[in-house]
């Protein structure tokens, strides 16, 4: 659900976001964007605005996607799968996720989880493989 929007002056979408965030009253609520806006700057005024965040971290921040890649995903034994067949494809997604605290450290304001989704589909004219990682 939209709940506002707001004109990115001079085409700033990462400032438009900040100036919106600050103008809702988002105590308690969840906030998702893209991964455009997965940044420390971003999550503290979501943090700042009483509420929490849910943010996809993908290659436009190489350090940061870095730094989830090289969490020990392989000595996780909490995987959640789910496969699902339909519409021509046949997919397998597999679900970890670790918590932010402990051993796991990660340099990003407000973090308490870390979930790594993974989509396989061999079946696909061009099998598919795709992780994510979402932080929350």
């Known amino acids: 659900m939209a709940l506002d929007q707001v004109l990115a002056a001079d085409g700033d979408e990462i400032g438009a976001v900040r100036d919106l965030i600050a103008s ?18 971003t999550a503290r005024a ?3 605005a009483g509420a929490d965040y849910l943010f996809c971290a993908k290659g436009n921040r190489r350090e940061l996607l870095a730094a989830v890649d090289a969490l020990p995903w392989t000595d996780l034994d909490n995987a959640w799968e789910d496969r699902e067949s339909g519409h021509g494809r046949d997919e397998t997604r597999t679900v970890k996720i670790l918590a932010a605290d ?21 079946r696909a004219k061009c099998p598919l493989r795709a992780t994510q990682h979402r932080l929350e």
Do not use: T
Request: include cysteine.
């Open 46 to 48: 979501v943090l700042d």
């Open 24 to 41: 809702l009253d988002l105590d308690g609520a969840l906030v998702s964007a893209d991964a455009l806006h997965c940044c420390a700057e």
């Open 102 to 122: 402990g051993a796991v450290r990660l340099d990003f304001p407000g973090v308490a989880q870390i979930a790594r989704v993974r989509r396989d589909d061999p």
